[in-house]
């Protein structure tokens, strides 16, 4: 195996395995948000997952890019807010902590 490959291989291991909400928590914890959103887009059409587990981890990542300045990611989570009223309110925080308007992220 190649040194490129060794590194690939070492950063696929270190990725956590998010196996349930509390998983999911842990992962934002540690920094593994492209992680922990990608779990919850993968699991959010689950039976045993409904729009208000959808809405609630939409928000905890719309924190947590909020906090790392990624502001394109946290657009995405405003897209995912359940309803408009919540949409409105995540839209109106980014855009005042990221000085820019929504069309511009």
């Known amino acids: ?9 070492s950063a696929v291991e270190q990725r956590p395995v998010i196996g349930k909400t509390s998983h999911f928590n842990e ?10 959103e990608q779990w919850m887009l993968d699991n959010k059409d689950k039976p045993n ?6 809405d609630d981890r939409s928000r905890d990542l719309f924190r947590a890019y909020r906090k790392k300045e990624d502001w394109v990611a946290a ?6 807010a359940s309803d408009e009223n919540g949409k ?3 839209r109106q ?5 990221s000085g820019m308007s929504y069309d511009e992220i």
């Not at 195996?1 to 291989?9: S, T």
């Not at 657009?75 to 995912?80: A, D, H």
């Open 49 to 54: 997952y409904d729009e208000g587990w959808l």
């Open 75 to 80: 657009k995405r989570m405003v897209e995912l």
């Open 1 to 9: 195996m190649n040194h490129e490959g060794e590194i690939l291989k």
């Open 88 to 90: 409105a309110g995540r």
């Open 27 to 36: 992962a934002i914890d540690q920094g593994y948000l492209n992680a922990a």
């Open 93 to 97: 925080v980014l855009e005042a902590e």
